[in-house]
């Protein structure tokens, strides 16, 4: 299984970015796939997941502002991130295949390579 995260930057605070993370080595249409982030001298958060049906969870912190999706066809999940703000800055990884109890994704076995983002002030 290999997780191949894209598309982390520098970006001012108010803009947008969008992330995404191409899956192979699973069966993507029937993946739960999550995306996590990780502060400097943190552990990984839950920042959002979606479901193989395409219903989505998001951390509060980030409702409202993140929308996750996905391309079946591509193997690919977006994570578009709208109004970052500074405390946005973290390294983001995507992981699969997650599972679901109830509303709470829980992570799978394989994670992504991270991408940077940073938002400045």
């Known amino acids: 299984v290999q997780l191949q995260a894209s598309g982390g930057g520098l970006v001012q605070a108010g803009e947008s970015l969008t992330l995404s993370c191409e899956a192979s080595?699973?069966?993507?249409?029937?993946?739960?796939i999550g995306w996590y982030r990780q502060y400097l001298g943190s552990q990984r958060e839950f920042v959002a997941g979606i479901r193989s049906s395409g219903a989505a969870n998001y951390a509060d912190s980030v409702t409202g502002r993140f929308i996750v999706s996905r391309d079946n066809a591509k193997s690919t999940v977006y994570l578009q991130m709208n109004s970052l703000k500074p405390g946005d800055t973290a390294v983001y990884y995507c992981?699969?295949?997650?599972?679901?109890?109830?509303?709470?994704?829980?992570?799978?076995?394989?994670w992504g390579q991270g991408t940077q983002v940073t938002v400045s002030s």
């Open positions: 992981n699969a295949p997650g599972s679901y109890f109830g509303a709470t994704y829980r992570p799978g076995a394989f």
């Open positions: 080595g699973i069966t993507f249409r029937f993946a739960a």
